[in-house]
């Protein structure tokens, strides 16, 4: 069936493997007449880039965007947008030794289970260079949220164990790992010195932050907006939990508690996380991801290949110790995408 | 533009709001020649009923189903199903004094932002009610899992800050509050009982486990399964988080703890909660969710009405003190539903 | 996976059987506070009632439709409108000889090699009752486009080898036939008794017209205007052939005859049909279907059993001699329901 | 909302305009470990290339298609198929005077109302180009019908007003118009040279005829097969008119003469098209369509521009005299489309 699409007014497909010959995504239904750039584009592809940050690996992907539709005179048209992001300086040679084993923590065991066949290289289609697509198609629904104020932030409140204790938002954008607390994040940067030195990797928590949106966005009752959002979020392959607001917290809240009172202002706390009944009331939108270690580790590890025969395998080569921070940009794409989407929905329900 | 549908292969519609005529749901996509009564879906539809279990509300709702299409001599047709439950022992007269207020907490507020209007009778289509049609459907998907002896289970692991220490699976269907933990049952009713008193409300944690899942269900990259799960558990409206296996526990996890090794026999630990890129791995998928405490308290509390002027209510009524333990055959509904889509969805890639 | 789902926005998914229960639609996404009474839906399903016109049958429908939800002080709350009709006046036993026959012209055959099972009685889910959904449906649908000033008619324009030749709008409701030509409708009438003495049926042509619909409605490359309305009214049993415009004309024209060349004041004649490129063009829109006679003949008819022996049958009961005049109400309505769900699509389009 | 997409099981999404970079087609849905090449698509592209036919332009268009993703090692793996084509030879300069003008025929005033903004080079998206996508597509979805023994051939009826009179199949593709008659395809090619001279262009019937296609095919009630196929047909940019089976002949027909008689070996006639109550019977499914004359005439013309104002152009550089023969791939490639997207989920009613 295939589910390489998401959204439906603001529609994109991704495609493309890790060492393909390219990745992209196309996106359907874009407002027309809308000013849209490769450099808008490219902003963000660099964002999500490895190298930038020293939990990254550094592989020197380019990652040069062309748009090969959709623009006309530096403006959108409303037809679709396809973008397109060429794989160079990819090397397949390391993964010719793993080609029939299942690595932990991968999806190589699932593709093989569903499809009966796999590009194992680089973990092909399951490979986070999957999120190329993801954020090329966000830096387009920036643009869209842009225009009415919307401004979406992905940021790192754990990592390795270490916890952002300050939100000194100004800071994320200065330092490696998008760490609103600069204290903290020197410790995650020794978090990921240690680990790398252990061969092992590390896992972490991203908040995300979405300023300026409109009451009255989400369609209930299975398109809520929190809905879509975690489903959004939970795509994304390292991502094992999703929360709004207080989240887990509301389990040891009382009603009492967790109500957020309104006042003539608007609401006076935000446990909701900016979202009652499936529709943004107008506050600020907050959702957290808890984000797993990355599952190529230096270290030893038991598994089995396709034969189910026990082997032990190594990993080589250089990867991340942690998703974070290059999945910060991911999130914040995904979080743009969707409300992208309802934004352009709710339009429907405007009389006249 | 309505987010009332789910699914693609196996798609439910709902409809219906709290104090209306009825509420239903509208099933498309079910495979033929498939044993299906009334009783079948009556039994899902009692075990969510109120007053059931001491922390519920004593609101004697019979909730008798209907199937009024795609049934013919007890076997599914592959028509649409269509249930309907009708709407009694409906008193709206209590919610008169509220019907220009914002309820903390409630839908209330966005639903006037983004509709212009509501029905304020019940909460409307807000409402804790409109699971009725979810449940119904469930009962439908549970059938299609029970062929391929798929089993769900939803079951209260924490509530009121009570949690239960032990997994006594057999014990889930003996007790009131769908806890494995006997004795933790106990404290939870006792935690109940004191909220009561207070006027106040409880939240908690829901898990849910399902048992005999092929691999190969989850259509990447932005249907996976987990992703899909996410989507149809937070479309529930108490619930704030999402969590898959290790869940938010991964943040604080190594890459060598966090990956499942794998042995001749599969899987040798589950900390994936049997998710692996998207796709389901043949272990037990193992889901969480936070469930927040009922809005509807006994105290006081400060909100604004329809002008945005501050008015202090205290809601009447008999309400439930926890969403729990009635949204627990909810998660398991939409666990169900989400399931038997990507059961039938996966059928489509077998060869021959 | 179910096709009983149709449109983006505003979305309908109908459900029933001829000899079941009731039947019924559920509608997604209507525009709230938009004024909606049972009335409104009652005229268009009394229009297409049997026993209207001289060549429909006289089985006593009352076909009441009622309203189960989204409706709340008679405005639209943007929810689920859920619309029922009961099956009343149902007599299988006629069909009880039938059951294990396949119809030639219907789709028992069919039905019986797609799902391995069917509900004989009346022709289940293929039955013409099944477009009371429809109608329904398409009142809502009509009532939005009301708002726009968009009006559709459909007209019989050929019955029995008859054709109208003249277009006189106002004569339209005035005959049981809804033909624009009084005295073609009376030479139809006659063919209809003459079919109906010879235990016959016949086909004809009907053509819809849509007047005030404003140019810019249509979503190419695939989801054209002319694309949605054909699969609309192809989807509608009878219907045989859908042509817009000078549609199988254009088969013989040349460029220069072809092209409507445009004026200050618009288009200067319309062989487009209102539709260019797949986007209307402001002109009025012209539909032409064809309908095929009616399968249930009193003739002695071939055809095979289930197991594929071969048996004569005669089809007892009172039949329709022609689809036409019922069907026309039917086209009227997948043509509003379509143009609804296309000018709610327009409206993500606007700026601002 | 875009429109771009069109399938639910196999799905694509085309993208490109007419001058712009490229053009292509991602087919998510696409069954895992089957033979693909690039020999495959370009066989089918090289079939609708201009400069073939006597009735065709000669620019000379090199149409290479890429694989870009989805394959492995020459086999598909389930994950998306993306394929492009350059553009090359492409001179937009002709275009630049008719830039503010509305051509008639054309969809320039309708992309203008709708979008506000418009590619005019070539005609943008609604080019006859962006038909390469479709074909690229259809050769994916043909491969998928090979296996089933399902073949899908277009052939030219009528063009000109010469209508062919023999069905000699094997001559279809031995001749430039992929006409079954050989003396009519003479004849047609003097009507082709003679409207030529005269600066004009001509209309046909394309007949499409699917042989194989197993009974059990479409989706009741509105994803019927020939609605679907009507709605893939009538988004082609030249169609006006689709029909199946006896079609627009219907009409005119009793129930007697119209239903196909079952003998033990099937259908005893046709008229049915293969298609009953939505459904494939198993017999040849038999489609036409109207193909109407090329809007890009010679001749002068009266139109508007921009501002409303009248003008009168004649549209300069080489243009097809008829959409025939290029339109008889993309009309094969949309029936495969249909057809494969119908063989996928008829999958999913198979027990076991």
Known sequence: MGGNSLGRHFRITTWG??????????ID?????????????????????PGQGKG?????????????????EGKTTGTPISLLVWNEDVDSRPYEALKDV??????????QAKYGIRDHRGGGRASARETVGRVAAGAVAKKILEEKKIKVMAYTVELGGVRAEKMDYPEIEKNDLFCPDKDAAKKM?????????????????????????????????????EADLAKGLMSIGAIRGVEVGAGFGVARMRGSQCNDP????????????GILGGISN??????????????????????????????????????????IPRINPVCEAMVAIVLADHLLMQKSLSRG
């Open 102 to 111: 299942f690595r932990p923590g991968h999806a190589d065991f699932t593709y």
């Open 262 to 273: 309104l006042g003539p202002e608007g609401f006076e706390k935000n446990d909701a996380g």
């Open 189 to 225: 940067e020794g978090k990921i010195q240690e680990a790398k030195l252990q061969g092992d990797t590390l896992g972490g928590i991203v908040e995300i932050l979405v300023r300026g949106c409109p009451a009255g966005l989400g369609e209930p009752v299975f398109d809520k907006l």
């Open 17 to 26: 493997e890790s060492h393909g010959k390219a990745l992209g995504v196309v």
């Open 282 to 323: 107008g506050a600020d939108i907050l959702l957290r991801v808890a984000v797993k270690p990355i599952p190529s580790i230096g270290l030893e590890q038991r598994t089995v290949n396709h034969a189910m025969r026990p082997v032990t395998i190594k990993i080589q080569g250089r990867h991340d110790v942690s998703a």
């Open 29 to 49: 239904g874009c407002p027309p007449r809308m000013d849209l750039s490769a450099e808008d584009i490219q902003t963000e592809l660099n964002r999500r880039r």
């Open 56 to 72: 990254s690996s550094p592989r020197k992907e380019k990652d040069r965007v062309e748009i090969l539709s959709g623009i006309f």
